[in-house]
Every structure is written in C-alpha cells, then in structure tokens.
C-alpha cells in the first residue's frame, strides 16, 4: 500500500509540511513525540549539505518556535514513485520580524505508516521586503 | 585581541547561522562572528576577554542553546 494512497503528491508534501510546521509552532509539547509522528527515529535529512539526524532536528524546534510567527507553503509540483517523493515549493514565512522566502527541491522516502526516512533538499533564498509578513499567522501567535 | 571558540546547537541552515550572529554581534567588544552549521561551532573574536554568559544570553535570545563554552 503505497502512503499516497488516496493523496495527490502536492496535497501530501502540502499536508506534511503544514501539519508538521503547526505542530512545532502551536504549544509547548515536547519536541520529541512531535517529531516521531512525522519522521522516523532513524530519519536523516540533508539540507544544503548538512546531515541533520532525529536529535538535531528536535533541537532545532526551539529556535523555530521562538523565531517563526508567520508562514505559508506553495508547493509549484510534487511527483511520487512508490515510496518516494519529489517536489519543489517555496516556504514563505516571518522569522524575527523579517519575511522570508525560501524555495525547496526537496526529494524524500517514506517509511509505510507515511512517516518520513529520508530527506534531501536543496534551497535558495527568494528576495523579500524586509520586514513584511511572509505567510499566515502561526496557530497560537500573536500578531507581529 | 582574543578568539573563543563555542558550541550552539539547534543549527541546521543559513537563517540559523544569520540570526546567532545578529545576536553575538551585539555583545559589547565582539568584532566578528563565524559559524560552522554542520558542527555547530561558533567563532567569535573580539577586542577584549568576553564574558561567556553574556554569549549564552546572545545565543538564548536568538532561540539557541549554548551547549560548551
């Protein structure tokens, strides 16, 4: 059974992305049980070269709760292969009061229960106005 | 002069690296800011022996944590 089962490419890396996002940014729950719902504990992603493992990327929650107020994805297009995925997208967001744009060539694999092994993406930052609002305001933010 | 060497972790791109630095330059005396995202080591030079809790309130107030000063 594949995890796309039902599920447009777009509407998966889309669903994914957000959920996980609003996750991190809405409360104050461990960062650990939020990241084993959507990654598996062997996950490795590597982002512009960078190697990043479970415990980093739980380490990385809290600067991102801190520092994220607003965001949005647009995904321009997905493609999946069995358990595989393909897409480009652009995460635009507000992190520290500065909008940010950053577009994504992402390719991933998903373990069977839909939850992500493997990641690894390539990004480029987009040009934004400075301090403009990059997305929508995150669950449980405040407006900057 | 004088150079410290500190590990941050929670690190793992660009914006990461960008808002640390922002938040270490505004520690009265440093003069320049390196990071390396993928260990998590932070560079920091300065014109004087830095204070390391004043660098930890840095790194908190950027979202980070300083894990070894």
Avoid: W
Avoid at chain 2, 31 to 38: G, I, L, N
């Amino acid at each position: 059974m594949s995890p796309f089962d039902g599920v447009s490419p777009e509407q998966f890396i889309a669903d994914f992305m957000t959920s996980f996002t609003d996750e991190i940014v809405r409360g104050e729950e461990d960062p650990g049980p939020i990241v084993d719902r959507y990654y598996t504990p062997d996950m490795i992603q590597i982002a512009d070269g960078v190697r990043i493992d479970r415990d980093k990327l739980i380490a990385h929650i809290r600067p991102v709760r801190k520092n994220l107020t607003h965001y949005r994805l647009e995904v321009h297009e997905a493609l999946a292969s069995g358990n595989r995925i393909a897409a480009r997208f652009t995460l635009h967001g507000q992190m520290r009061k500065k909008a940010v744009a950053t577009e994504v060539h992402f390719f991933g694999e998903l373990a069977a229960d839909g939850r992500m092994s493997r990641a690894h993406q390539l990004t480029r930052a987009l040009p934004t106005g400075q301090g403009g609002q990059g997305g929508q305001p995150a669950p449980g933010k405040e407006e900057a | 002069m004088s150079q410290s060497t500190y590990t941050v972790s929670g690190m793992v791109c660009g914006h990461c690296a960008g808002f640390v630095t922002e938040e270490i330059e505004r520690v009265a005396g440093v003069t320049a800011v390196a990071v390396d995202v993928e260990s998590g080591v932070v560079t920091v030079t300065s014109d004087r022996d830095l204070d390391a809790e004043d660098v930890r309130a840095a790194v908190e107030e950027a979202g980070y944590e300083l894990v070894r000063a």
